[in-house]
């Protein structure tokens, strides 16, 4: 699975033994060249330099390219796309994928920054499954990319009450304090966000796909800012 093992290469997750595990398949499957069996043959104890070389010349040889994207994270999800598309990506391995690619960012690109938070358990409530929310993630991250999201997108919220969009508030001094009086210190501390706007306590995660799209629009018609 070439396409794999560069896509692991490039985020610099690929191991010595992926390398000639690829090329191991390759014989198997009837390819040979000069430099696929000696990759083959060689085995993780070897200098990574010497397996790096052997694989960029078995590439040259079998006419294989690299993977041609740029040097930005966000660049590479094409491929993150293409290989779940394909089925050589489960949709656990694609949200983890896609959040290496968030923390390759430095975890300053918001886009990839809202599967990050889903990697880290933030699910939306209405969630159905993994599989679906990819889906349409996938048709949201295109219409994002050139938008100019903030940089903690990913943590917003809408709020059901006055439908504003914002990161979300902790509640009031005296709200908590009077949850501390009546339940307790461990209610008090873990108290559910509010809306910064109107303190509603409906709100709804970015996470999820109306909210994104709702968002969006906004932007693009410069109605309300966050
Ligand atoms: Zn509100």
Redesign the pocket.
Known sequence: MIDKLLLDRWIGDAQAEDYIAWAVDLLVAGRDTPSLRILAGLNATHERSDIEEYFLRTCRELGLELLGCGDKPRDAVPLVKRLYRSGALPPEQTLHYMSRLYELSEYSDPLLGLWFALDDGFFPDEMESLEEWIDREWELFDRAVGLDLPDEFHRFVR?E????IGPPARPSFFASLRVLLTQGYIAADTQPSV??????SRLVRMACAEVQEDYFSRLRGGGESP
Not at 161 to 164: E, K, L, M, N, Y
Not at 195 to 200: D, M, P, V
């Open positions: 709020c009450r006055c439908r504003h809306c910064a706007k109107c303190r509603g």
